[in-house]
């Protein structure tokens, strides 16, 4: 699945994937909406607040290997 605009996102309490574009780089977090599907601010640490731009499912994990 390709990113998805933010407004699109579950606001279920479903895990996602976000990512907001900075100046030379993308930024990329893994965030959920709390319950009741409120507003989306993702803070890093120091206190800098971003609103992602978009969203896409997280990837499906890989098989468990034996042994």
Known sequence: MDWQPIETAP???TAFLI???NATFFKVA???????GGR???SQRG???WHPKWWMPLP???A???G
């Open 11 to 13: 606001k279920d309490g």
């Open 19 to 21: 990512a907001k574009p």
């Open 30 to 36: 893994v965030v959920r909406y709390r319950s009741g």
């Open 40 to 42: 989306l601010v993702y």
């Open 47 to 49: 206190g800098v607040e």
């Open 60 to 62: 499906t994990l890989p």
């Open 64 to 66: 468990k290997e034996a």
